[in-house]
């Protein structure tokens, strides 16, 4: 006996960016098991903006070394390229990477990196 196929997720792009609509649309339009929605139909989900947060909304400040850490972090740089990059030593640059992960509340590097986007201050 075989199934059924399962019917296609529906996806609509609300984007104020018409080219940034035509690269989801050509990137997702090849998807298996996915459909764009014509223009007023009905999906089951639908991509859209959203509001940016706001820049230093939180009730935390980083330091300018802080966010200096912050952007190599972001580019996967390990603490020691993190220390030759800023001309400080890798103890100094492991504790920075220490500070951010308690300021933003991260588990790791890569969480950091990632609540900090979440959170506006920084931008990948």
Do not use: C, W, Y
Not at 28 to 46: F, I, K, Q
Not at 50 to 62: I, T, V, Y
């Amino acid at each position: 006996m075989s199934e059924a196929p399962a019917s296609p997720i529906v996806i609509a792009i609300d984007l104020d960016d018409p080219e940034l609509s035509d690269r989801l649309a050509a990137m997702l339009g090849n998807v298996a098991g996915l459909r764009l929605a014509a223009p007023g139909e009905a999906s089951n989900v639908t991509i859209m903006a959203s509001e940016p947060a706001e820049r230093g909304s939180d009730d935390f400040q980083l330091t300018a070394r802080e966010r200096d850490v912050l952007a190599l972090l972001a580019e996967g740089r390990s603490n020691k390229e993190i220390a030759r990059v800023l001309g400080i030593s890798v103890h100094t640059a492991k504790f920075h990477v220490g500070q951010l992960l308690d300021k933003l509340d991260a588990t790791g590097r890569t969480d950091a990196v990632a609540h900090a986007a979440r959170r506006g201050i920084i931008e990948l």
